[in-house]
Each structure stands twice: as C-alpha cells, then as structure tokens.
T-cell receptor, first 114, second 114 residues
Framework: QQPVQSPQAVILREGEDAVINCSSSKALYSVHWYRQKHGEAPVFLMILLKGGEQKGHDKISASFNEKKQQSSLYLTASQLSYSGTYFCGTAYNAGGTSYGKLTFGQGTILTVHP | DSGVTQTPKHLITATGQRVTLRCSPRSGDLSVYWYQQSLDQGLQFLIQYYNGEERAKGNILERFSAQQFPDLHSELNLSSLELGDSALYFC?????????????FGPGTRLTVT
C-alpha cells in the first residue's frame, strides 16, 4: 500500500534537471510532495488532486497521471538548496475512513553539487 | 517556520518509562496528525484528530495514545517505552480533515530510549 518512489537517489550538478516519480497500486485521490533536510521537518512543496491541474512554483512543478496512478515531480535548473530527501505522501479518498491520513513513499535522496 | 510547534525538541529516557509529546497546530487549523519517522520504517502515520475527535488511525501501538484538547493542542503519550520506539515524532496540522488539504509539519521531537 506504500507508494513507490523512483529513483532512490539522484546526484546532479547545479543547473541540471531531475524527475522523481511516485507510483501507487491503489487509486489515488491526492498526492502531497515534501522536501526534508537531514534532521529537519518535511517542508510542504505542493499538493495535486485527482482531476486537478499540473502545479508548479519557481522551478519545481508536478503532475498527476490518473491512468497510471502516478505523480511526477520536476526540478529544473537545480540549485544547491534543492538537496534533500523528497517524499510523496498519498491520500486514497476524499473523506471516508482515511480522512487526511497520508501514506509516504520511501523517499528519494537528491544531491546537488556545485 | 510552518507555524506548528512541538515540545520538547529532544527527549532521552530509559526503557519502561512514559513520556508525553506536545503539539500546537497552526492558527486556524483544526486537524492534527502524528507521524513517526525511523530509519527502518520511514515516515509512518500514527493517528489523526479533528476538532477534538479521533478521525483516523494508522499502525499505532496500544502502548501509544493521543488526544486533542479544546484549545486544539494535542499530546501523544508513549508508555512502556522500548528501544525500538527511538525515532523522530512529527506533528502536522491542516485546516480541515480530508486528504485534499495541505499538511504542515512541526519541527519534531527526537526521542531516544536507552
């Protein structure tokens, strides 16, 4: 039931692009993306809703493919500050018994070098 | 700063003891979530409260309990502590109860059981 993230780790040079995928075997209602630096709290990046539009701010954007039950996070022209572990958290219905419960993927470690 | 506060920041205690972790949600948020993050289990959902009522439960051990008070702050009680309970415990809050709302994480409490 845990979503699967790929790749497990990415190493980039500043200015390069990366894509992180989050796949679920269950029908998704929403996907939440977070970035976490070591020992710190996860920081909210964006939320994508079933049937919603692709979102983005600055050089980070994400999409939600309902057919594949997959979300992708796009990081373009990466900066040193993008380094960290990226998690997707998935919710499986709008209310019901899961309410706001998020099930997180195992994380993708992104390292950006100068 | 997400606006979610957690105390204490660090807690070191012995096996068999009982501890209480405290969380204050962002102003205006009615829903509080507790998550546990350990190296081997990743980020795991424990329990959710909405406006004082329990709304969703994850893989929370029977030795753990939580509540949300009328002023909306929440406490997570961990008893009969074992070495394996050592982890980062995060509280998150959102404005409402379902998975379509962003969750903002507090700084976490690092629990070490010796």
């Amino acid at each position: 039931q845990q979503p699967v993230q790929s790749p497990q780790a990415v190493i980039l040079r500043e200015g390069e692009d990366a894509v992180i995928n989050c796949s679920s075997s269950k029908a998704l209602y929403s996907v939440h993306w977070y970035r976490q630096k070591h020992g710190e709290a996860p920081v909210f990046l964006m939320i994508l809703l079933k049937g919603g539009e692709q979102k983005g701010h600055d050089k980070i954007s994400a999409s939600f493919n309902e057919k594949k039950q997959q979300s992708s996070l796009y990081l373009t022209a990466s900066q040193l500050s993008y380094s960290g572990t990226y998690f997707c958290g998935t919710a499986y219905n709008a209310g019901g018994t899961s309410y706001g419960k998020l099930t997180f993927g195992q994380g993708t470690i992104l390292t950006v070098h100068p | 700063d997400s606006g979610v506060t957690q105390t204490p920041k660090h807690l070191i205690t012995a096996t068999g003891q009982r501890v209480t972790l405290r969380c204050s949600p962002r102003s205006g948020d009615l829903s509080v979530y507790w998550y546990q993050q350990s190296l081997d289990q990743g980020l795991q959902f424990l329990i959710q409260y909405y406006n004082g009522e329990e709304r969703a439960k994850g893989n929370i051990l029977e030795r753990f309990s939580a509540q949300q008070f009328p002023d909306l702050h929440s406490e997570l009680n961990l008893s009969s502590l074992e070495l394996g309970d050592s982890a980062l415990y995060f509280c998150a809050s959102s404005v409402a109860s379902s998975g379509i709302y962003e969750q903002y994480f507090g700084p976490g409490t690092r629990l070490t059981v010796t």
